[in-house]
């Protein structure tokens, strides 16, 4: 089993900056994929941004340049940087950890914009 648990979101005026945090624990093999989707409300969840345990990112079109993912000194955590936060950016945001085909999922973290 893996368990995952985000932190970090909240409320912030456009334009701020906000850190989600997501550690992964349990069973997980050297070769994975950690990531974050939203889902705002009415519509379906979409990917935001994920990287591999070789470091290879995507971007959905709408964060490039202002949101950042990365890896963590420990083991198994993935950060998501944003910036120059939108009100379209208010969202549920879930952590997602892929292996041996599967997709685990954590509770999600809510993240509010405010115009």
């Known amino acids: 089993q893996v368990q995952l648990v985000e932190s970090g979101g909240g409320l912030v005026q456009a334009g701020g900056s906000l850190r989600l945090s997501c550690v992964a624990s349990?069973?997980?093999?050297?070769?994975?994929?950690m990531g974050w989707y939203r889902q705002a409300p009415g519509k379906q969840r979409e990917l935001v941004a994920q990287?591999?345990?070789?470091?290879?990112?995507d971007y959905a079109d709408s964060v490039k340049g202002r949101f950042t993912i990365s890896r963590g000194h420990v083991t198994n955590t993935v950060y998501l940087q944003m910036h120059s936060l939108k009100p379209r950016a208010t969202a549920v945001y879930y952590c997602?950890?892929?292996?041996?085909?599967?997709?685990?999922w954590g509770p999600g973290t809510q993240v509010t914009v405010s115009a």
């Open positions: 997602k950890l892929f292996q041996l085909q599967r997709n685990y």
């Open positions: 349990g069973s997980i093999f050297s070769r994975h994929t």
């Open positions: 990287m591999s345990t070789y470091s290879s990112t």
